[in-house]
């Protein structure tokens, strides 16, 4: 049986989708969600859904009796993750789990980015549980610009503090299609994959595309960590996450959401989306 955390979430709904879209049996999938109502669709279509939050171990022993496959999708509370994460990979090692498939973050074992270092821990986790298992370090999602560009359209000015680092995005959907390969291939084990999109984009090349959809110019403006993390917070983003944010832009100006591995293309046996497509789809002139 296939399990797959955080089935409610952006990527883990995609996830259970391309299982089912790749032909798995919906009888031998198990959705988990700390929110069970909120995987209704996938009930609907016989999926098992089971009750598993990170922070209830007994849920999670539950959730997953007679798994053989395991996704842990990271937690998304900064600062508790490494917690997050003991628990399942504690449960899923106690239930017998025979492989663990974990999404982790691009070069997590050599990144400076705050992000990356909860993610570091949750794979040492994982060696160190004795469970065969598949790390995939996940780029940037393209969604976490393109969801975005609200204030960029409306000031006709996109801020970030990157310099002119390469960023390696793709779509959940080439996540977690890549994730779906993974996990219904049982000959992948003890593998780590850098995935990324292609081809890679800076944020000046980003606004220069915002910009050619919408119709009129959008300013790419480069400004210090301290300087775009006050922005942000001015705007109202909680402090916590507009200082990862302005840290992010700084690892992507270090080059630490860059890849040219070309796992992902090899895993999903397609072209990425591209980030000018994916600003096709989100601006409208």
């Known amino acids: 049986m296939i399990a797959v955390t955080g089935a409610t979430g952006h990527l883990g709904r995609l996830v259970v989708d391309e299982l089912l879209a790749r032909g798995v049996d919906p009888g031998t999938l198990a959705a988990l969600a700390r929110s069970p109502d909120k995987a209704a669709d996938a009930a609907g279509r016989g999926v098992q859904v089971r009750r598993a939050d990170y922070t209830e171990r007994d849920t999670l022993d539950a959730a997953l009796r007679g798994v053989t496959t395991l996704l842990l999708v990271s937690s998304d509370a900064l600062g508790e993750r490494v917690a997050h994460h003991r628990n399942v990979i504690e449960a899923a090692a106690g239930a017998g789990v025979e492989r663990i498939a974990y999404t ?27 469970m065969p298992f598949v790390i995939l370090r996940n780029g940037w999602y393209l969604e976490n610009y393109t969801e ?17 680092g ?19 291939s049982d000959d992948l084990v003890n593998e780590v994959f850098e995935l990324g999109g292609e081809p890679p984009f800076t944020l000046a090349e980003l606004a220069r595309e915002v910009s050619r ?36 832009d700084r690892g992507i100006a270090r080059g630490e959401l860059f890849t040219d591995s070309g796992d992902l293309r090899r895993l999903i046996g397609r072209a990425p989306t591209t980030m000018a497509e994916a600003v096709r789809g989100a601006v409208s002139p």
């Open 166 to 184: 390469l960023v390696s995005g793709a779509t959940r959907a080439d996540f977690a299609a890549a994730a779906a390969v993974v996990l219904t």
């Open 148 to 164: 975005n560009l609200g204030p960029a359209l409306e000031h006709r000015v996109l801020l970030h503090s990157a310099e002119g």
């Open 104 to 130: 982790s973050i691009l070069h997590a074992d050599t990144s400076r980015m705050q992000l990356a270092a909860e993610h570091l821990e949750t794979e040492r986790m994982i060696r160190a549980s004795g």
């Open 213 to 248: 959809r919408a119709g009129f110019e959008v300013e790419p403006r480069d400004l210090p960590e301290e300087a775009y993390a006050a922005v942000l917070i001015d705007a109202g983003v909680p402090e916590p996450v507009a200082r990862m944010l302005a840290d992010s």
